[in-house]
């Protein structure tokens, strides 16, 4: 009788942002594709792969502490494989494999679709493979997907980032935008609809510069109208736009279709204008006011989220003072903040007058503590109100004391939802009415119970995944990476060429 050895296994470990995420979920589909299985929860891969960031510090820090642990498991287990990939991968090059020569395989931001072929010749040579592509040769949507979820998937309309921040160092990683054919993102759209899927999240650098290389500044307004027609599709967010490039005609595409949600990822970095400046961000806090008060105009509901860099370079304390008077203008719903840190090849990096560690952190408080004082008060707005909850996996806390369950409203906010005894908990990607009985900074309660819940088709799809967990589709279009073209004017938006 002929035996079959079993497949080998791997797991994928993730830092950075949600292009990082996305990008994970490509290197699990050609994993899976190659022949490879996940790793059971909780037990260590054949097959290890990194999928690095490097924005901040503590990412260069984590990863090398995390490769230093696998050293003896390796050399115990010679048939592991690790490998290491993304934008710490793209900077590091050489670097890493002579930090961690155990290390067997990196590549870069820019061949994803490599990673199979180079763990199999750093298997047959025994030796580390080392591939990193200085340009994107296709793009990574047409690469096979294992999704994390049923209901809700990323969506990629570009790569790249055209802008010049002084403290990021991600244009130099992921090079130049590249858009996707306007045609070819509906395309996935739709086939992820017709798997169940019901919401998206659109991805990019700089989403609303999208259609800058095709000569249509409108292109992103467009995109969000035409996903408006796609039939199924419940929810449609972005992130993240840049508060030069964003203008009135994207405002008006989210209040007018139905199906894009009233929640804005708009990055601050600083309330400073001298340190806007000093950041190489084309806009001045006056400017990113107005904006806010535009998107309220005409979507009063709309929750508005943030990132801030305290310390950078030269920041004085009046400085800080106007991020503080900004966030208090602002009024934002949560704001991710961050201590700035050198990067090395940033021009921050080399730029005089560094804010000492101590200072940076004591601000660093301030502004944390204004942000949840804030956010907190604008929660508190909701108590008494109704709102959809679209129910999640892996969101907040599932307590079985209080039989809660959680999910986001539509303007993203996170929210407890009590399930009262007797009443069958409702699946993940369903949708129902709560009413809020409590609001605390970063989340809101509700305990009333729940009302007009409506099974959706992405509850149907969480359904089969949990009954048939090898039954998981995944989404490859084949689609070559070429030039796209405009998309036609009418005001539907997007043509599907």
């Known amino acids: 009788m002929t035996t079959h050895a079993a497949p080998r296994t791997y797991q994928v470990i993730t830092y950075g942002c949600q292009m990082n995420v996305h990008d994970s979920e490509r290197i699990s589909g050609l994993l899976e ?177 999208y ?40 405002i008006a595409a989210m209040a007018e279709t139905h199906n894009v949600m009233p929640s804005l990822h708009m990055p601050l970095q600083s309330g400073s204008d001298a340190v806007l400046r000093a950041m190489r961000r084309s806009y001045r806090s006056e400017k990113f006011l107005g904006i806010l008060d535009r998107v309220r105009a005409a979507m009063p509901e709309a929750a508005i989220t943030t990132d801030i860099i305290v310390g950078f370079p030269g920041e004085t304390e009046e400085d800080f003072q106007g991020t503080l008077d900004v966030v208090r203008a602002s009024r934002f719903s949560a704001a991710f903040t961050f201590q700035y840190s050198i990067r090395p090849g940033t021009p921050a990096a080399t730029m005089p007058n560094q804010v000492p560690k101590s200072v940076v952190q004591e601000r660093y408080e301030r502004l944390v503590d204004l942000v949840g004082e804030v956010a907190w008060e604008e929660n508190k707005r909701f108590v008494g109100e109704q709102v959809e909850v679209m129910f999640a996996t892996g969101e907040g806390r599932k307590d079985d004391a209080t039989h809660r369950v959680s999910g986001r409203a539509r303007d993203n906010r996170l929210v407890h939802v009590a399930i009262p005894d007797g009443v069958e908990r409702p699946r993940p990607g369903d949708l129902a009415d709560v009413e809020i009985t409590y609001a605390a900074p970063h989340h809101l309660n509700a305990d009333a119970g729940l009302s007009n819940v409506r099974p959706t088709r992405g509850g149907d799809a969480w359904q089969r995944w949990n009954d048939e967990p090898e039954a998981r589709p995944s989404v490859t279009l084949g689609l070559p990476l070429r030039r796209p073209e405009p998309m036609a004017p009418a005001a539907s938006g997007c043509s599907a060429s």
């Open 33 to 209: 594709e190659a022949g490879h299985v996940r790793a059971p929860e909780g037990q260590r891969g054949d097959i290890i792969v990194f999928n690095t960031c490097a924005v901040r510090e503590n990412a260069d820090n984590r990863l090398y502490g995390n490769l230093g642990h696998l050293a003896p498991e390796k050399a115990k287990n010679p048939n592991m494989q690790i490998a290491v990939g993304g934008c710490m991968a793209q900077k590091d090059r050489d670097t890493v494999v002579r930090k961690a020569p155990w290390v067997d395989v990196v590549f870069g931001t820019h061949n994803i679709g490599s990673l199979p072929v180079l763990l199999e010749r750093a298997r047959v040579e025994e030796a580390s493979q080392v591939e990193i592509e200085e340009a994107l040769t296709r793009f990574p949507s047409t690469l096979p997907t294992r999704r994390e979820s049923p209901y809700a998937a990323w969506v990629s309309i570009s790569v790249g980032c055209n802008n010049t921040c002084t403290f990021c160092i991600v244009p130099a990683l992921r090079g130049k935008e590249q858009d996707r054919r306007p045609g070819d993102i509906l395309a996935e759209v739709r086939a992820l609809v017709d798997q169940g899927v019901q919401e998206i999240t659109l991805l990019g650098q700089n989403v609303n510069s």
């Open 211 to 250: 259609g800058v290389e095709f000569g249509d500044r409108l292109a992103f307004g467009k995109l969000l109208r035409a996903c408006g027609e796609v039939d199924g599709l419940e929810r449609v967010r972005f992130t993240s736009p840049h508060p030069a490039a964003f203008t009135d005609d994207v």
